[in-house]
């Protein structure tokens, strides 16, 4: 396993378009998370699964975001009638959340950019 | 509520001591992390302290945690050029991570 994927690494996007991302987690791992990251700031939470259940959404996450975690493996993030504003990286980490510990890994993160 | 507070920039020599600093706010928070973030990368794990701890040593890396004052702060030996880049604090607080806003550290050579 080489740790959390996401692709695609880079969306360039027109307002008003759809896009969807997607996170591919570290295989025994059972919770998913998604943060929004802009430039200066530290990574804001959006949502996180524990296997397929969305345990929690944020207050960030509005109606047009939407996330899925169907088998409680990989997950996607889709963002409709995007807006400039939605211009941030999108990181996806996994954590095994047990009494071992909880350490909760990230992906390279998606980049998006809508013009 | 939650909220993680750092300082924004540290500025060392290489060789020297660095330390960066966090306040948290979650009392109930069971772990708090180091997070490491370059250039145009995703943010990789450096270590992580387990709330009933004090401190926890990794190599060049030593976390001490003082629960009372809920404080964290990350201690970085003989500082390389090679760890600059922002830290980022976070801590385990309902189930999701909660980050600070990141340190910019500088290492002069």
Known sequence: DTGVSQNPRHKITKRGQNVTFRCDPISEHNRLYWYRQTLGQGPEFLTYFQNEAQLEKSRLLSDRFSAERPKGSFSTLEIQRTEQGDSAMYLCASSTWDQRGDEAFFGQGTRLTVV | GEDVEQSLFLSVREGDS??????????????LYWYKQEPGAGLQLLTYIFSNMDMKQDQRLTVL????????????????????AIYFC??????????????TLQVKP
């Open chain 2, 18 to 31: 660095s330390v960066i600093n966090c306040t948290y706010t979650d009392s109930s928070s069971t772990y």
């Open chain 2, 65 to 84: 945690l003082n629960k009372k004052d809920k404080h964290l702060s990350l201690r970085i030996a003989d500082t390389q050029t090679g760890d600059s």
């Open chain 2, 90 to 103: 976070a801590e385990m607080s309902g189930g999701k991570l909660i980050f600070g806003q990141g340190t």
